[in-house]
């Protein structure tokens, strides 16, 4: 008998051990980290990415507009990693 009434105190011990834990836990205030601001960083302006817009904002008529053309060619040129005077642009194929 004696054997089974110290497991039943080391089991209510071990309990309020436990909750008594997890309650300090969850009162316990964390000061909140510090917030650093992120440096503005301002891009350069690009005038391509503003004749791009002009572009959107023509709409069907831009497809007749020569510097949306030229724009076009260079914003293709620039995503492929190519040099506008490239021989293997293939500009002239199909026209």
């Not at 992120?38 to 004749?51: G, M, N």
Request: hydrophobic share 40%; charged share 25%; aromatic share 4%.
């Amino acid at each position: 008998m004696e054997g089974r009434n110290l497991a039943r105190i080391g089991a209510i011990v071990f309990v309020a051990f436990a909750i008594t834990a997890t309650v300090i836990e969850m009162t316990r205030e964390d000061d909140p980290a510090p917030v650093r601001a992120a440096p503005t960083v301002q891009r350069p302006a690009d005038p391509l990415r503003a004749t791009l817009r002009r572009c959107q904002r023509l709409g069907e008529a831009a497809t007749r507009d020569a510097d949306c053309l030229a724009a076009w060619a260079a914003s293709r040129d620039r995503f492929l990693g190519r040099a506008p005077s490239d021989p293997a642009r293939g500009d002239n194929q199909g026209q």
